[in-house]
């Protein structure tokens, strides 16, 4: 796994990838494979996708985000449009298609979409902690600036002058109702149980449609 150099000693503190310029290359890379395969150069066009498979494996630096596997989802998005646009039109050679199988086979991101809200949850988690445990947190200024952007507003008032306990009580609903979207995701099998998102979804707009101190 690689890890990008920075502070990681809080979540919104650590360095990203510059998604940005990470999704031009993408779709500049993706466009030349196609003119490749126009070209009748098949070969060449696997060099770059192999290209963009090195792109999608620098999104596995650890620790991950739920943004950062939401791009990786969407440049393997580009990377599977170009492998259907040679098949499409019968561009792609034998030999290419054959290692293209394999890549492909080898390649799951429900597991990458998994570890990015497994990711994410840490991160929402420790912020809670800096909450509940305020001034004696190392986290917590800087947790509450990111959090309510460094100015006074009811969420502000609440979360400075709040019991714990009900930070705490939020903390474990979140975990909870985060571990249930896991639960209907079974990255193993690539299968997506939708009965049990649709139960968390609802969970959801059952908890936001009501507002309460103690959800702010």
């Known amino acids: 796994k690689a ?16 998604f940005v310029s990470a999704r031009t290359l993408a779709q ?8 490749h395969l126009l070209l ?10 192999e290209t ?21 989802v969407a440049v393997a998005g580009l990377y599977l449009d170009t492998i259907e646009e040679g098949l499409r039109h019968n561009l792609w050679a034998d030999v290419e298609l054959q290692k293209i199988t394999g890549r ?5 991101l429900f597991h990458v979409v998994t570890e990015g809200i497994r990711a994410e949850r840490a991160g929402v988690l420790r912020h809670l902690t800096a909450m509940a445990e305020r001034k004696h947190d190392p986290m917590y200024q800087a947790t509450m ?40 995701i079974n990255a193993e099998r690539r299968t997506i149980d ?4 649709d ?6 707009a059952e908890i936001t449609s009501r507002w309460s101190p103690r959800k702010a």
């Open 40 to 49: 009748g150069q098949s070969s060449a066009a696997f060099e770059d996708l």
């Open 194 to 197: 939708q009965a049990q998102i």
């Open 145 to 184: 600036d990111a959090f309510t952007s460094g100015e006074w507003t009811v969420e502000r008032a609440v979360f400075e002058f709040a019991p714990p306990a009900w930070i705490r009580g939020s903390q474990a609903q979140y975990a909870r109702i985060i571990q249930g979207y896991l639960d209907g």
């Open 52 to 72: 963009l498979e090195v792109l999608m494996k620098s999104f596995e630096a650890q620790p991950g985000t739920l943004v950062m596997a939401m791009i990786h």
């Open 199 to 204: 139960q968390q979804n609802a969970e959801v």
């Open 104 to 108: 492909l086979l080898e390649r799951n």
């Open 3 to 18: 890890r990008l150099p920075g502070n990681y000693s809080s979540p919104v503190a650590s360095p990203i990838p510059n």
């Open 28 to 35: 500049v890379l993706g466009s030349r494979a196609k003119v």
